[in-house]
């Protein structure tokens, strides 16, 4: 298993198809939102860029408009992998950062594939378990396997939260933990 070591100025935040249209019949899809708008609040606070995909958004819709303020970008797909979309694919690449989290929906297909596809261009890669779901809990779960088995790093949300952070001295520290105790 890798080890992955996040650090803010390495990381970006990558939200994968949350868009009303879909969570509508997402397992446990009030959680996922929660989850990743907490991340995005904190990626915002700590200067890490956020890219979000939406799939087919002419016919599915765009992303969940509560997360729009956070989001570095968006950007459009028709293809399951995010990194099937170049300008997806140019966005990350532009940030010149290497370690990824990712979030979003849905666990089993396009977070999966997205997964892969960013672990074979030699990215670092984190998935939060608590920011990702399918229609059923068993396909997020053999998503995840999956996932975990092709060499990313499971990390809970929170968890990015306070590696990012390091240190009780960060000086955006006492922000972070007040979105801990909000959304937490």
Same mark, same amino acid.
């Given at each position: 298993?890798?080890?992955?070591?996040?650090?803010?100025?390495?990381?970006?935040?990558v939200v994968v198809d949350v868009q009303p249209s879909f969570m509508k019949a997402i397992y446990e899809a009030d959680r996922v939102l929660e989850r990743t708008s907490f991340l995005a609040k904190v990626s915002r606070l700590l200067e890490i860029p956020v890219i979000a995909t939406e799939q087919y958004p002419k016919r599915m819709g765009a992303t969940d408009p509560s997360l729009t303020p956070h989001l570095t970008s968006v950007h459009g797909k028709m293809s399951f992998s995010c990194a099937g979309c170049g300008d997806f694919s140019d966005a990350l690449a532009a940030t010149g950062r290497r370690q990824v989290v990712l979030v979003g929906v849905e666990t089993h297909i396009c977070v999966s594939l997205t997964a892969n596809a960013l672990l074979d261009t030699g990215y670092e890669l984190v998935v939060c378990p608590d920011g990702v779901s399918s229609r059923t809990m068993e396909r997020h779960?053999?998503?995840?396997?999956?996932?975990?088995? =092709?060499? /990313?790093?499971?990390?809970?949300?929170? =968890?990015? /939260?306070?590696?990012?952070?390091?240190t009780a001295e960060h000086p955006k520290f006492r922000e972070a933990l007040a979105l801990v105790k909000e959304l937490g």
């Open positions: 298993m890798p080890r992955v070591l996040l650090k803010p100025e390495n990381s970006v935040l779960k053999l998503g995840m396997e999956r996932i975990r088995d =092709a060499g /990313a790093v499971p990390a809970h949300t929170e =968890a990015v /939260a306070y590696e990012w952070l390091q």
